[in-house]
């Protein structure tokens, strides 16, 4: 029986490991994680295990507090606010070795009238794998609900051998005209710098998933959809209430980044970074005036992100706008403190596990949802 947990304050803490290591498939626990060996927030959080997964990936809201839920292996799972109540709505053929999976999961702007749910998974194909941004029909008869006509929108291209960084993290812009997708490097390095390829990339898309007409890099030969480049393994993108647009990545051997998207510049991977070859050799680190966009904010040791949101304050009023982004080797969840397009490190909550994703609840609770073969899923709310 799961009940909920309260805990006492900790201090934050981090454990430093490699961005690879952090994003790969996580050891499968052999027990589910007791209430006394969970570390929970400092801060006055109280928390709620809610419902347990195997090896989830993204979680997302609809309005009626519903949440869908992805799993690594190809399933994606409707499940009631309080996780009594699942239904696998969908089993797509995804490509789950090491860093593959069904990915992130976003309700359209207009759900409430067209029902649609936008994913994006990993796939093999003609000459390699590679990240495709797909969307199905959500049928809600109850009993029977299920995801129809999923049709795929789009695929990163080059398709590639390995494994590794496929990002294929959705935001959608706040007037719902465009949707933003990350096309990770796929552990190529160059392909981030490649106007033929959009690995890599932020891509700026309709949502129909054809390049958004007046892309900034489309006069200068990149392809059409490109909005930013010069990016690694992007495994969260978020917009503020302000409109501006965040993403986190992964660096290499340290690294990680909080960038502020601007439309058109280059981000500098791999020519720069402010972390290192996992062989010891050095990478540049960014500078002012090197002719590319510097991260607002960066780590080493390395949190390795997975997963980022960005917070409205209604039940963490001093939180407003700020940044959460969850920690997979560091096995924490992270604050951001945003001031308009400035970012400044907040808290370091541990938790005891790595940290997949995290979302906002409709009513302002903070959820995350714990990486491996029995993930959980935590809401957390004020301490009363």
């Not at 499940?79 to 999976?101: H, N, Y």
């Not at 007037?175 to 891509?203: H, W």
């Not at 990016?231 to 290499?252: C, K, S, T, V, Y």
Request: with cysteine.
């Amino acid at each position: 029986m799961i009940r909920p947990l309260m805990f006492t304050a900790l201090l934050a803490a981090s454990t430093a490991c490699t961005g690879e290591e952090a994003n790969g498939p996580a050891p499968a626990p052999t027990a589910t994680p007791s209430p006394a060996a969970s570390a929970t927030p400092a801060g006055g959080f109280a928390t709620t295990a809610v419902a347990q997964f195997d090896s989830p990936w993204a979680i997302a809201f609809l309005p009626d507090a519903r949440i869908l839920v992805t799993q690594k292996d190809g399933q994606m799972l409707l499940v009631s606010a309080d996780g009594r109540q699942r239904r696998t709505i969908a089993t797509l053929p995804v490509s789950s070795a090491g860093q593959g999976a069904l990915m992130d999961v976003v309700a359209a702007p207009d759900f409430a009238r067209s029902r649609r749910v936008y994913f994006s998974y990993s796939a093999a194909g003609d000459g390699g794998k590679g990240v495709v941004l797909a969307r199905g029909v959500l049928d809600d008869a109850p009993g029977a609900e299920r995801l129809r006509s999923i049709e795929a929108l789009y695929r990163a291209t080059p398709l590639v051998d390995g494994d590794g960084h496929f990002s294929g993290r959705i935001a959608f812009s706040p007037d719902g005209q465009y949707l933003f997708f990350t096309a990770g490097d796929r552990q190529k390095f160059t392909p981030a710098q490649d106007k033929d390829a959009s690995l890599g990339k932020v891509l700026r898309l309709t949502p129909d998933g054809k390049p958004a007409a007046g892309n900034p890099l489309a006069a200068q030969g990149f392809l059409p959809e490109v909005w930013s480049y010069g990016h690694r393994n992007l495994l969260g993108i978020a917009f503020d209430a302000q409109g501006n647009l965040w993403e986190q990545e992964m660096g290499p051997q340290g690294g990680d980044e909080l960038n502020l998207i601007l439309p058109g510049r280059n981000y500098g991977w791999p020519n720069v970074s402010n972390g290192s070859h996992y062989d010891g050799r050095d990478i540049p680190d960014h500078a002012p005036g090197d002719g590319y966009e510097a991260p607002k904010v960066w780590w080493n040791p390395v949190i390795s992100p997975g997963g980022l949101m960005i917070y409205s304050g209604k039940l963490f009023p001093q939180w407003a706008g700020d940044a959460f982004i969850g920690g997979l080797s560091s096995q924490s969840l992270v604050r951001v403190d945003l001031n308009g397009t400035q970012a400044t490190k907040g808290d370091q909550w541990p938790m005891g596990a790595r940290i997949r994703d995290v979302a906002e609840g409709p009513d302002g609770a903070i959820w995350v949802i714990e990486d491996g073969a029995k993930g959980r899923l935590l809401k957390l709310t004020p301490r009363a």
